[in-house]
């Protein structure tokens, strides 16, 4: 294999190197595009395990859970070093780049940026404001306060956009402000049967339907999303980013990507909190690929992807490209960013 700059040049069994021309040894190696983690939670790396019998809300909910606690009581020194520890085991699997859900603010940003300094990694970091609606504020569409709208504005300018937790959190009037900053925007939605109940029974709608408010560049989770609300997502232009092992450390359901491949979504992969998961996206699309299977009982992408793929490409390749694209370049091309890669 020759690189040409930052590219693959050539590739071929008869290739010499040229004179003067730099050769590495790459046996036993995998050379690929860098892995892209969609999506992270990596400030709560410090909590790694804790609460295994605990259920979802109890352990990661953005007011409740104690996550926020272990996060609010730590030493900031303590949680910047963690997470610089979780950035040197990614770039140790592959993973040169990471979407990050960051909490906390301005601070919270700024931490994140301090850790990561001087590691070869790429994080994209999607801040938040530390404001959550109550179900009454929901149900009067109350809007989101001037004091909070500043403090996102200002906090924009210092990070890649806004991850915003959850449609069950915030009024329309807030999603719809949300949709009109400039930057990425992503949102959880129906990550659980239960928050898609709640959603139905304040709004009457989806969680998806309302998530979309906020015009998502992607929706994280998707694991109860309907044929319906993923064709929603299409229209919308929203990808979507599934967390298959995270899901089932909690035991809240597998997201069904052959149907959502088979409705034509925009799927990447992430990993979730790292209190709950390791952030390693070769076992991501390991667990992915075979529990899919084990779900339907039958090879799954082949049947999809034989219909444009050449008939002399292997199965094997056939399903792992699928796999391999949710890992690189789907989300960098849904973000419009191939640095990322
Ligand atoms: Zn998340």
């Given at each position: 294999?020759?690189?040409?700059?930052?590219?693959i040049?050539?590739?071929?069994?008869?290739?010499?190197?040229?004179?003067?021309?730099?050769?590495?040894?790459g046996?036993?190696?995998l050379?690929?595009?860098?892995?892209?983690?969609?999506h992270?939670?990596i400030?709560?790396?410090?909590a790694?395990?804790?609460?295994i019998?605990?259920?979802?809300?109890?352990?990661?909910?953005?007011?409740?859970?104690?996550k926020?606690?272990?996060?609010k009581?730590?030493?900031?020194?303590?949680?910047?070093?963690?997470?610089?520890?979780?950035?040197i085991?990614?770039?140790?699997?592959?993973i040169?780049?990471?979407?990050?859900?960051?909490?906390?603010?301005?601070?919270?940003?700024?931490?994140?940026?301090?850790?990561?300094?001087?590691?070869?990694?790429?994080?994209?970091?999607?801040?938040?404001?530390?404001?959550?609606?109550?179900?009454?504020?929901?149900?009067?569409?109350?809007?989101?306060?001037?004091?909070?709208k500043?403090?996102?504005?200002?906090?924009?300018?210092?990070?890649?956009?806004?991850?915003?937790?959850?449609?069950?959190?915030?009024?329309?009037?807030?999603?719809?402000?949300f949709a009109?900053?400039?930057?990425?925007r992503a949102?959880?939605s129906?990550?659980?049967?239960?928050?898609?109940?709640?959603?139905?029974?304040?709004?009457?709608?989806?969680?998806?339907?309302?998530?979309?408010l906020?015009?998502?560049?992607?929706?994280?989770?998707?694991?109860?999303?309907?044929?319906?609300?993923?064709?929603l997502?299409?229209?919308?232009?929203a990808?979507?980013?599934?967390?298959?092992?995270a899901?089932?450390?909690?035991?809240?359901?597998?997201?069904?990507?052959?149907v959502?491949?088979?409705?034509?979504?925009?799927?990447?992969?992430?990993?979730?909190?790292?209190?709950i998961?390791?952030?390693?996206?070769?076992?991501?699309?390991?667990?992915?690929?075979?529990?899919?299977?084990?779900?339907?009982?039958?090879?799954?992408?082949?049947k999809?992807?034989?219909?444009?793929?050449?008939?002399m490409?292997?199965n094997?390749?056939?399903?792992?490209?699928?796999?391999?694209?949710?890992?690189?370049?789907q989300?960098?091309?849904?973000?419009?960013?191939?640095?990322?890669?």
């Amino acid at each position: 294999m020759r690189i040409s700059g930052k590219h693959i040049g050539q590739i071929g069994t008869k290739l010499l190197p040229q004179k003067n021309e730099v050769t590495l040894d790459g046996e036993g190696l995998l050379m690929m595009p860098g892995l892209v983690n969609s999506h992270t939670h990596i400030g709560d790396s410090i909590a790694k395990d804790i609460g295994i019998d605990s259920g979802v809300e109890e352990k990661i909910h953005p007011v409740s859970g104690f996550k926020q606690k272990i996060l609010k009581n730590s030493d900031k020194h303590h949680l910047a070093s963690f997470v610089k520890n979780s950035c040197i085991s990614m770039i140790r699997k592959g993973i040169t780049s990471f979407i990050d859900f960051r909490e906390g603010g301005s601070e919270g940003i700024n931490l994140l940026k301090n850790a990561t300094l001087g590691i070869p990694i790429r994080p994209v970091i999607l801040g938040r404001i530390e404001y959550y609606q109550d179900l009454r504020s929901i149900k009067n569409n109350t809007p989101i306060p001037q004091f909070h709208k500043s403090s996102l504005q200002n906090f924009l300018l210092n990070c890649d956009g806004l991850g915003i937790s959850g449609p069950n959190e915030f009024s329309d009037s807030a999603l719809q402000y949300f949709a009109k900053t400039r930057k990425i925007r992503a949102i959880h939605s129906a990550e659980t049967e239960e928050s898609n109940k709640i959603s139905k029974k304040i709004s009457g709608k989806t969680e998806t339907q309302r998530a979309l408010l906020a015009k998502p560049n992607f929706l994280v989770h998707m694991t109860y999303a309907s044929k319906k609300d993923l064709v929603l997502a299409i229209k919308n232009r929203a990808s979507i980013v599934v967390c298959p092992r995270a899901n089932g450390s909690l035991a809240e359901g597998i997201p069904d990507v052959d149907v959502m491949l088979d409705a034509g979504c925009n799927i990447a992969i992430g990993t979730d909190n790292v209190m709950i998961n390791s952030p390693d996206m070769f076992r991501e699309m390991d667990y992915l690929w075979k529990v899919s299977m084990a779900m339907k009982k039958k090879r799954l992408v082949q049947k999809i992807y034989s219909r444009w793929l050449p008939q002399m490409l292997q199965n094997f390749w056939v399903e792992k490209l699928e796999l391999f694209k949710m890992v690189t370049w789907q989300i960098a091309y849904s973000l419009k960013n191939m640095q990322l890669i």
